[in-house]
């Protein structure tokens, strides 16, 4: 079944939830390196990496949009230099 994205009920991300995910998972980082890099301790990253995979999990099982919220950020993206074309 296929809705309009104004038409789905949805999840809230915060940035921090965000970013936890993508050191996690995306990264493949440990919980206590993840931590480090965002300068909490380990039992808070993974207070908060628990509340976002909860929140992915209800938007995909759920048909629910996710939303990423919570301020101004600026994502920049780092590209290898391959000296080929993208």
């Known amino acids: 079944?296929?809705?309009?994205?104004?038409?789905?009920?949805?999840?809230?991300?915060?940035?921090?939830?965000?970013?936890?995910?993508?050191?996690?998972?995306?990264?493949?980082?440990?919980q206590i390196d993840a931590a480090k890099r965002l300068k909490i301790s380990r039992s808070t990253f993974s207070r908060i990496v628990a509340s976002a995979r909860n929140k992915i999990a209800d938007g995909l099982v759920n048909i629910k949009a996710i939303r990423i919220e919570g301020g101004c950020c600026e994502i920049i993206k780092n590209k290898k230099l391959s000296g080929g074309h993208d």
């Open 1 to 30: 079944m296929c809705k309009p994205l104004s038409k789905l009920k949805g999840v809230r991300l915060t940035l921090d939830e965000f970013e936890a995910v993508r050191l996690a998972d995306l990264d493949g980082l440990k």
